[in-house]
């Protein structure tokens, strides 16, 4: 079956450490985006690709960074300038126009 | 800027009964797409239901369906019917186009289902 794959569920991280997230998608999406979800807000863009090797930053890009080598595989590297990392993670693809998003299932980043 | 605007934080509806939820968007743009998306304890975001501005017509999904007033600039989404499995986090989302950056949530509607 088709869809997107985040790992791991949850990853703690020491203060000062970077950590990468995963996300792959085997559903020919062009279009691949990461989002953070805090308590009572809703989902803030954090960087969005559309292509292969281009990515642009979202509304909250400060202390992240990604990379799109291939079409299926967009990780997100939470780094140490990041003050407040402890979120949930969300990566969704697309295609163009009226089908909106498919979501991965999350990924719990608490930095202990 | 494009906004989206969830007034209600928390609902609640018996089983079996009729639920509405609001959601209303701020935007220039006249051709754009509209969605609710419903997140259960799972986490797991689950596309419920869609609508393209320039269709007149509410679309429906089975229990859910909308209410779309493009003028009033309103979203808001029916649950007929309301099961316990339809207890979860619901965020309204509006998109202009095709492109990501484009895409905004609001903050979301917590939905409990009583028995």
């Known amino acids: 079956d088709g869809g997107i794959t985040q790992s791991p569920k949850y990853l703690f991280r020491k203060e000062g450490q970077n950590v990468t997230l995963s996300c792959e998608q085997n559903?020919?999406?062009?279009?691949m985006y990461w989002y953070r979800q805090d308590p009572g807000q809703g989902l803030r863009l954090i960087y969005y690709?559309?292509?292969?090797?281009?990515?642009q930053k979202g509304d909250i890009a400060e202390g992240y960074s990604v990379s799109r080598e291939k079409k299926e595989s967009f990780p997100l590297t939470v780094t140490s300038a990041q003050k407040n990392p402890t979120a949930f993670y969300l990566c969704?693809?697309?295609?163009?126009?009226?089908?909106?998003?498919?979501f991965g299932s999350g990924t719990r980043l608490t930095v202990v | 800027a494009q906004t989206v605007t969830q007034s209600q934080p928390e609902m609640s509806v018996q089983e079996a009964e009729t639920v509405t939820l609001s959601c209303t968007y701020d935007?220039?743009?006249?051709?754009?797409?509209l969605f609710w998306y419903k997140q259960p304890p799972s986490r797991q975001m689950i596309l419920v239901i869609r609508q393209e501005a320039y269709k007149q017509q509410n679309a429906t999904e089975n229990r859910f369906s909308v209410n779309f007033q493009k003028a009033a600039k309103s979203f808001s989404l029916k649950i007929s019917d309301s099961q316990l499995g339809d207890a979860a986090m619901y965020f309204c989302?509006?998109?202009?186009?095709?492109?990501?950056?484009?895409?905004?949530f609001g903050p979301g509607t917590r939905l409990s289902v009583l028995p």
């Open positions: 935007t220039s743009e006249s051709d754009y797409y």
């Open positions: 690709s559309q292509i292969v090797n281009d990515f």
């Open positions: 989302a509006f998109n202009r186009d095709n492109y990501g950056q484009n895409f905004v």
């Open positions: 559903l020919n999406h062009d279009a």
């Open positions: 969704a693809s697309s295609m163009a126009g009226l089908d909106g998003y498919t």
